[in-house]
C-alpha cells in the first residue's frame, strides 16, 4: 500500500491537521483516463455555458466555511492572509469567467487574401502540480482557465498543504477536476503519464527540472513557474514615508518570506543607507508581528518545516561568519519551541557573494545592500541565472519606467511588490531560468489552448486568379 500524508500544523508541532491518501501509479493512471472521458465530453459545452461553470465556482469558494483556517493550520499562513487568498481566487475565477468567451471563441477573417479560422482547442487532460505557499490560488491559476478552455484537470498538490486544495476542487462540477496525492513519484507519474498533453508546475527549481524531463519524455508542453531571486532597487528620490515602508517590509515577510516574488534582496544608494535601515527597522516594529497563524494580531507565521527552519537559520549563521550584522525584525507572540517559528531578520554589512544575497533565500530573511551608482546596481540586481521579479521605487514615475527597463525580470513592480503589485489584467512569469510561460492575463488563458487554424487562400477560392503549383504565397 503507498501509504498516506500526515499534515502537521507548523505552528504547533503536535497537532495533526489532516491526513490523505498517496495514490499509486495505477490511481495516477486511473485518474488521468477517468479525466480524458470526461474531457471529450466537456469540450463540447458551449464556451458560454464553461463560463457559467466558472462564475458558480467562484460563488461556492466564498461560500465554503473553514477553509481559512484550515489553510492557515496545515500551512503556517496567518488566518487573514489565507481568507484573502480565497477571496483573490474566487476573483481571479470571476475575471477569467468574463473573458472566457472572447477569449476561446474562434476568430475568424475573410477579405481579399482569403478566409481564415483561428480556432483555441484545448488540449485535453491538464496536469497541475502545485505548490503550498499559495495553493488555492496557484490551482486555480491553471484549473480555472484549463477548464474555460475545454480541458479537464488532474491536480497534485503539495504533501505539505494538501488539505484545503482537495476542498476547493469540489467547487467544480463533478468529474471535471481530480485530485491525486503524493510526493515526488506521483508528480512524475502524472507528468508523463501519456494521455496528459498540458503540464502546468509552480515550485523550486529542483521540482521543476524533474517535473519539466518527464513531460519532454512524453514530449508533453509543459508551464514552468519557479523561483526568484528579486532585486529591489531604491532610487535617490525614493519615498521613505511610512506607507511605503511598510509595503517594502511586508513584501520581503508576507508568508514568512516564502514566495517566489518576495523581495529578497535590497539596494539602496550609499548616501542613503542609514536613513533607509532606520526606517525598514520602524516600518518592520509596526508591521511584523510572529505569531500562531490563527491568533488575529498575527502577520507573519511559522516556515513550512524542520528543513526549511534549518536552511534560514544556516543562512543567518553563515552571514555573521562573514562578518554580516543580524538584526532581529518585528514583535515576538510566538511560542518558539512549539512550531517551526523563525524570527524575521535583517542583514547588512554583507557582500553580494554571500549566500543570503547570492541564493534565494525563501524565508524571512533579507540582505540590506549598498550601491553607488545606477549603472553598478543594474549589472548587480542582474546577476544570477534567475529572473522572476524586480522593482524600483522612486518619487518620478517615468524615471521608475525608464529604470525598470534595464532589468532582466519578468515582473517589474513600481513603488510596491509582492502581491500589492499583482493585477489580474498582467501577465506574470520568469525570465532566464525563473521558468517559462505565463499565468494571470489574457496570456495565462492561451496557455491552455491551442492555436489551430483553418485557411481557404484567395486565389483558389472559386472566383480566384489562381496561383501556379509550386509557388511561395506571397
Known amino acids: ?16 491537521v489532516g491526513r490523505v491518501p498517496v495514490a499509486d501509479d495505477a490511481e495516477v493512471d486511473r485518474a488521468v483516463r477517468e479525466a480524458e472521458a470526461r474531457q471529450r465530453d466537456w469540450c463540447r459545452v458551449p464556451v458560454e455555458d464553461r463560463a457559467a461553470a466558472l462564475l458558480r465556482a467562484a460563488d461556492a469558494v466564498d461560500a465554503m466555511p473553514g477553509v481559512a483556517e484550515l489553510l492557515a493550520r496545515e500551512s503556517g499562513k496567518p488566518r487573514a492572509d489565507c481568507a484573502g487568498e480565497l477571496r483573490f481566487a474566487a476573483a481571479y475565477l470571476r475575471w477569467a ?30 496536469a497541475a502540480i502545485t505548490p503550498w505557499n499559495a495553493p488555492v490560488i496557484l490551482t486555480l491559476l491553471k484549473a480555472g482557465p484549463a477548464l474555460a478552455a475545454g480541458n479537464t484537470v488532474v491536480v497534485k498538490p503539495s504533501p505539505l498543504a494538501p488539505l484545503a486544495v482537495t476542498r476547493v476542487m469540489a467547487a467544480f462540477p463533478p468529474g471535471l477536476v481530480r485530485v491525486v496525492h503524493g510526493h515526488a513519484g506521483t508528480a512524475r507519474a502524472l507528468a508523463g503519464h501519456s494521455r496528459v498533453h498540458r503540464v502546468a508546475f509552480t515550485g523550486g ?7 519539466g524531463a518527464a513531460a519532454a519524455k512524453a514530449i508533453t508542453p509543459a508551464l514552468l513557474e519557479l523561483g526568484g531571486n528579486d532585486p529591489v532597487v531604491l532610487l535617490d528620490d525614493a519615498d521613505l514615508a511610512d506607507a511605503a515602508m511598510d509595503r517594502l517590509v511586508l513584501a520581503s515577510f508576507a508568508t514568512a518570506g516564502q514566495v517566489c516574488m518576495a523581495a529578497k534582496r535590497l539596494y539602496v544608494p550609499r548616501a542613503r543607507l542609514a536613513e533607509v535601515r532606520d526606517a525598514y527597522l520602524a516600518a518592520a516594529a509596526r508591521t511584523l508581528v510572529l505569531g500562531d497563524p490563527l491568533d488575529a494580531a498575527t502577520t507573519v507565521g511559522p516556515v513550512i518545516s524542520a528543513a526549511a527552519a534549518d536552511r534560514v537559520r544556516a ?6 561568519r562573514r562578518g554580516g550584522t543580524v538584526t532581529g525584525l518585528g514583535t515576538v507572540t510566538a511560542d518558539m519551541g512549539r512550531g517551526h517559528f523563525v524570527r524575521p531578520a535583517l542583514v547588512t554589512d554583507v557582500a553580494d557573494d554571500a549566500p543570503v544575497v547570492a541564493e534565494e533565500q525563501f524565508g524571512p530573511v533579507v540582505p540590506l545592500l549598498a550601491y553607488d551608482d545606477e549603472d553598478e546596481v ?19 514615475e517615468e524615471r521608475a519606467f525608464a529604470f525598470a527597463r534595464r532589468f532582466d525580470a519578468g515582473f517589474t513592480f513600481v513603488n510596491t511588490h509582492n502581491r500589492t503589485g499583482m493585477a489580474l489584467r498582467a501577465p506574470f512569469g520568469g525570465v532566464k531560468r525563473s521558468g517559462h ?10 496557455e491552455y489552448a491551442q492555436t489551430c487554424a483553418i485557411h481557404a487562400p484567395a486565389a483558389f477560392r472559386a472566383d480566384g486568379t489562381g496561383m501556379s503549383a509550386g509557388a511561395y504565397p506571397s
Open 97 to 126: 469567467a468574463e473573458r472566457t468567451p472572447a477569449v476561446f471563441a474562434d476568430h475568424e477573417t475573410d477579405d481579399a487574401a482569403g478566409r481564415l479560422v483561428l480556432r483555441r482547442r484545448p488540449y485535453g487532460v491538464v
Open 205 to 211: 527549481a529542483e521540482a521543476g527540472r524533474a517535473i
Open 1 to 16: 500500500m503507498p501509504g498516506e500524508i500526515v499534515r502537521e500544523n507548523p505552528a504547533r508541532l503536535d497537532e495533526v
Open 378 to 396: 543594474v549589472a548587480r540586481a542582474n546577476a544570477g541565472d534567475l529572473g522572476l521579479g524586480a522593482s524600483v521605487w522612486s518619487a518620478d
Open 315 to 320: 543562512l543567518v549563521s553563515g552571514s555573521r
Open 437 to 446: 510561460g505565463r499565468e494571470y492575463g489574457t496570456e495565462g488563458l492561451l
